[in-house]
């Protein structure tokens, strides 16, 4: 792990350091990381958590520059354009990144070869278990994987099936959510498995002081992703950053679902014209259920559709009513634009502080 949060560095330049590092809590931060960060192949054990639209070359490559690591949002893409958003990145750095992939995405193990001709070290499954072969296929190109546990009992079982690290993430983040919150995950997953294989925790972590607490808890790093959309380096329209820097964390809310019969994934975003109208749809379709004028599949098809497309309309278009955007509870914390580098020095700045205050 290079000097980031040693005195000699806040001299070299990092000025964006509110004060000193205190040199014990630095040490202490540092220690802590280590393995987090060896793991990662980067300076600090901070992940920017990959956000589709958002988390594209310029954001990931600023993320790595600044000593955290960046992964790519793949997303919905097809191979060639993740062909094309690694090789830019790329030309933007020469630290490590990592590629997130949808484990639902139809050309999964295409998007795979694509990571494995350009020799990425790291690759993130999300959106639900690995397929078979998955794993296999991208430890055979050499690289990490990285998955989300929801449970103990799937974190073991991922675990066993030769995952290299996991992400565990609480519902107070931003995008798809599970039910549980990240303190009683945290609590629940990191003495039994923080042993076995890195952990990095996720969701609602917005200072410092949260870092240092799941790092003493055994977590090997974090990931936040709320925290770095207004990132001067973040291509989101500026109205999709001026509703992060207005809110506060109850603004940031979780879709629900209104019929049994119409599965709905929970989404954390800001309250909007869009959430509003959600719960209409999904009214008007349960009425047009029960009035026999649609068939089930339809009818879940039209609810499930009716997010198409919404988190780029909010953050490339700037539509922030009738788009959605997504956004953990820790939007709260988010004050203003700044370059990515500052916001890795506070956080660093802060976990340290919490640092030196403890015994060792
Ligand atoms: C705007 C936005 C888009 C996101 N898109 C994705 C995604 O495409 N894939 C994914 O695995 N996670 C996605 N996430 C979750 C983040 O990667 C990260 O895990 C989460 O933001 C961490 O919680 P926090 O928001 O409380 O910091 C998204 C989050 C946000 C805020």
């Known amino acids: 792990m290079a000097t980031i949060m040693t005195p000699s560095h806040v001299e070299a330049g990092a000025q964006a350091l509110p004060q000193p590092l205190p040199q014990a809590g630095g040490e202490r931060l540092q220690r802590r990381m280590a393995r987090g960060a060896a793991f990662l192949g980067s300076e600090v054990a901070i992940m920017a958590g990959a956000m589709s639209w958002v988390s594209e070359r310029n954001l990931v490559s600023a993320m790595s520059n600044a000593g955290g690591f960046g992964v790519i949002a793949c997303g919905a893409m097809t191979p060639e354009l993740l062909d094309a958003e690694i090789a830019a990145t790329k030309a933007l750095t020469t630290k490590p990144f990592g590629v997130n992939l949808i484990t639902m995405h139809p050309a999964l193990f295409d998007l795979i070869a694509v990571c494995a001709k350009h020799k990425v070290g790291h690759v993130v499954l999300a959106g639900g278990l690995p397929p078979k072969g998955s794993l296999e296929a991208i430890k055979e190109s050499g690289a990490r994987v990285i998955c989300f546990a929801p449970t103990l ?72 992703g709320t925290r770095f959309v207004c990132a001067t380096e973040s ?17 940031a809310i979780a879709s629900v679902q209104i019929d049994p019969r119409l599965p709905v994934i929970p989404v954390r975003a800001l309250k909007n014209a869009a959430g509003e109208l959600f719960g209409a749809k999904q009214r008007e379709v349960a009425l047009l259920l029960d009035g026999g004028k649609v068939e089930m599949l339809e009818a879940q098809l039209q609810i499930e559709h009716y997010w ?27 004050t203003k634009e700044e370059p990515i580098a500052e916001i890795i020095a506070a956080l660093i700045a802060e976990a340290a502080s919490a640092l030196e205050k403890r015994a060792a």
């Open 235 to 251: 291509i989101a329209h500026a109205n999709f950053k001026r509703a992060f820097i207005r809110a506060s964390a109850r603004d």
């Open 308 to 334: 198409a497309g919404a988190l780029r309309r909010a953050v490339i278009d700037g539509d922030v009513e009738h788009g959605s955007v997504m956004a953990g509870q820790s939007v709260g914390m988010v």
């Open 153 to 224: 009992a799937l974190a073991k079982k991922l675990i066993r099936s030769g995952v290299d690290a996991l992400v565990i993430e609480g519902m107070e983040a931003g995008g798809h959510i599970g039910p549980v919150s990240t303190s009683v995950l945290a609590q629940e997953m990191l003495p039994e498995i923080a042993e076995l294989v890195p952990v990095f925790v996720a969701g609602g972590i917005g200072r410092g002081e949260a870092i240092a607490g799941y790092l003493d808890m055994g977590a090997a790093g974090v990931q936040l």
